[in-house]
């Protein structure tokens, strides 16, 4: 089947190298260049972890692990590192509780510490005595733009062709053709994969799709003393902290400092192509009071820091759908900020369906539209 992919992120570069290992004509289209920093998937990092309140997507995770490996065995190159994971915040938290109930109904592997063990273990970690961590040893980063690159690599590998800075203005169905749109003409498909993370609502305008799109902060702060307490040796695992809903990772090599943000969602953007306001001054001195008080051998220096989008829906729940009405268009979104663990599958679970594959075996109707437009009455 001729098969196009619009937008290449995450989602994206894994559907169409999927596609093209299976021998379609895969075609993708990006409006910028290849890992760039307007979206959702560029950085070198991105939390990965069995460890979460629901069931569904501790079992997805499952199914996202190997595709993950495979990818990494393919591309020959580290994409994953596998640093363990800490999901902590206080004793009574109940995401801490299902979290927990999650990986004891899939049978993984975990330790229970107090605040006290913690901090043997990982010297960096002051949690004060009212928490308790959850440690599961799977966890770990992956290193996001490389993803998307050795996707993209391997696609082009098994024959698919990418059109980069090249922005589709509209898909439409006429007497059950589809066509892509930019501005060099169209261009007619069997199917059309649509993988645009927060510009989706603009292709899709009648469908009004729960979609908002929030502005995101990451901010990476200077290591005072004791740089072996922060290394992705085992010393420092990422970690979540559940009720304070902050996130970090250890030294990833590359660039000074140690990563940390908030996950609750930033302001809304109405404007996705505007240039975005830098980290506020604000957001830092909240980063540095939390750091002050969690890590205490970090400084207040920041090394580096960066702006990037979640596309939220409602519940954070994904969008996995065929188009009401375009029989031959599937889309993906609302990662809502926590998806980059998922795209491998997301980009194999979406080349299954736009290929009539119904062999994927996990339950997916909670992420159809209607899903969303029952749970907004
Ligand atoms: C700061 C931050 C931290 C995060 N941390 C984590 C984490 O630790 N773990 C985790 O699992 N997830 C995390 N996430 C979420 C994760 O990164 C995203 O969910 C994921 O990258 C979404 O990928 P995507 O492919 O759906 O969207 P995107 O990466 O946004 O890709 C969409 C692509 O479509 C292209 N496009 C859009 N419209 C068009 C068009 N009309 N024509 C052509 N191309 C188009 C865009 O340019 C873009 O490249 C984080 C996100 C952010 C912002």
């Not at 994409?79 to 004891?104: A, M």
């Not at 998307?148 to 053709?177: F, P, S």
């Amino acid at each position: 089947m001729k098969i196009a992919v619009v937008g290449l992120g995450g989602t994206g570069s894994a559907a169409l190298r999927f596609l093209a290992c299976a021998g379609h004509q895969a075609i993708g289209y990006e409006q910028f260049r290849i890992g760039h920093e307007n979206g959702s998937s560029h950085g070198e990092s991105r939390i990965i972890r069995y460890t979460y309140p629901d069931l569904l997507y501790t079992q997805m995770m499952s199914d996202s692990y190997k595709l993950w490996f495979e990818l990494e065995k393919e591309a020959d190159e580290e994409l994953f590192v596998r640093c363990g994971g800490l999901y902590f915040g206080d004793k009574n938290d109940e995401d801490v509780r299902i979290t927990e109930q999650s990986l004891i109904d899939t049978n993984l592997p975990y330790d229970r510490l107090t605040a006290k063990q913690t901090q043997e273990k990982y010297p960096a970690f002051h949690l004060q005595s009212n928490e308790a961590a959850i440690y599961q040893k799977d966890s770990g980063f992956l290193r996001a733009t490389r993803c998307v690159q050795a996707n993209i690599r391997l696609a082009k590998a098994h024959g698919a062709i990418i059109h980069e800075e090249t922005k589709v203005q509209g898909i439409y169905t006429k007497d059950n053709k589809t066509f892509i749109q930019t501005s060099s003409g169209e261009e007619e498909y069997d199917r059309v994969i649509v993988t645009a993370g927060p510009w989706m609502s603009s292709l899709f305008k009648d469908l009004n799709l729960p979609l908002t799109p929030t502005r995101q902060q990451i901010v990476y702060l200077n290591i005072n003393d004791h740089e072996e307490y922060f290394q992705a040796n085992g010393t420092f695992p990422v970690w979540i902290d559940a009720t304070e809903n902050l996130y970090g990772f250890p030294s990833d090599g590359q660039i000074v400092g140690i990563k940390l943000a908030y996950h609750h969602c930033g302001e809304a953007i109405k404007d996705l192509d505007a240039e975005r306001a830098p980290v506020d001054e604000n957001y830092l001195d909240e980063i540095r009071r939390y750091a002050k008080k969690r890590f205490p051998n970090l400084g207040t220096d920041v090394t580096y820091s960066q702006t990037c989008v979640y596309t939220n829906t409602p519940n954070h729940d994904f969008i996995i759908d065929q188009v009401p009405d375009q029989s031959n268009v599937f889309l993906v979104s609302g990662c809502s900020g926590h998806g980059f663990k998922f795209t491998v599958l997301l980009g194999k679970i979406i080349s299954m369906l736009a290929t009539d594959d119904n062999g994927y075996e996990r339950d997916l109707t909670r992420f159809k539209i209607n899903s969303f437009l029952k749970d907004s009455k």
